[in-house]
């Protein structure tokens, strides 16, 4: 496998369902990030992890919780989700910008979550 | 706070045709980077381009050509005689030098028919 992969590709769930997306890079790099894409918003970023610390969490609702467990893979794990967190979910990787000015982040290509 | 606009929702244009892409930025910092992604159809983002805030040297890769405009805020970017694979959606992003997040355009999409 190279670049970032993610699974499922697609998947559907009920509100009352837990599941976890799961993303894994194999560029080497040291940060990642979880970014959701709606049909009526731009590209919001949802968590970083900087060497596997959470360096960022931009008002994301609980019902939303990422793991990093190691620099090379990702989690988000979803409980008691809303119909209005339907969308595509992507994971990205770079280096972080301490280490690389420019930190062009690389993305898998999303898992299509439906709440039902 | 950092901003991304990309004015144009969609563009459609015929096979062969030139098509250029608006991006005007909003940011406070002095150093800063841009970024230009591709999103066909199967959903991945795929990286095209990097500019750093200090380089405004014009830049060419293929059919692809990039304008940068400190003076303006803005990164255009240009698809020369284009193809039906450059059928996609289009996402400017900005980042500021210190941090990790990413600011995105809401993204042009390009519809290219035969």
């Known amino acids: 496998e190279t670049g970032v992969t993610q699974t499922p590709r697609h998947l559907v769930m009920g509100m009352t369902n837990k599941k976890s997306l799961k993303c894994e890079q194999h560029l080497g790099h040291n940060a990642m990030y979880w970014y959701k894409q709606s049909a009526k918003k731009p590209l919001e970023l949802m968590f970083v992890?900087?060497?596997?610390?959470?360096?960022e969490n931009n008002s994301v609702p609980s019902r939303f919780s990422p793991e990093c467990p190691n620099s090379s893979h990702l989690f988000l794990h979803l409980h008691t989700l809303q119909p209005e967190d339907s969308a595509l979910y992507l994971c990205?990787?770079?280096?972080?910008?301490?280490?690389?000015?420019?930190?062009?982040?690389?993305f898998g290509p999303g898992t299509r979550l439906t709440v039902l | 706070a950092q901003k991304v606009t990309q004015a144009q929702t969609e563009i459609s244009v015929v096979e062969k045709e030139d098509v250029t892409l608006d991006c005007v930025y909003e940011?406070?910092?002095?150093?800063?980077?841009l970024f230009w992604y591709k999103q066909p159809p199967s959903g991945e983002l795929v990286f095209l381009i990097r500019r750093n805030s200090f380089d405004e040297q014009n830049e060419i890769s293929g059919r692809y050509s990039w304008n940068f405009q400190k003076s303006t805020s803005s990164f255009n970017f240009t698809i020369t005689a284009s193809q039906v694979v450059d059928s996609a959606v289009y996402f400017c992003a900005l980042r500021e030098a210190a941090g990790n997040k990413l600011t995105f355009g809401g993204g042009t999409r390009v519809l290219v028919k035969p």
């Open positions: 992890y900087s060497l596997e610390e959470r360096v």
């Open positions: 990205a990787s770079s280096q972080r910008p301490a280490d690389s000015g420019y930190n062009e982040q690389f």
């Open positions: 940011t406070r910092d002095t150093t800063y980077y």
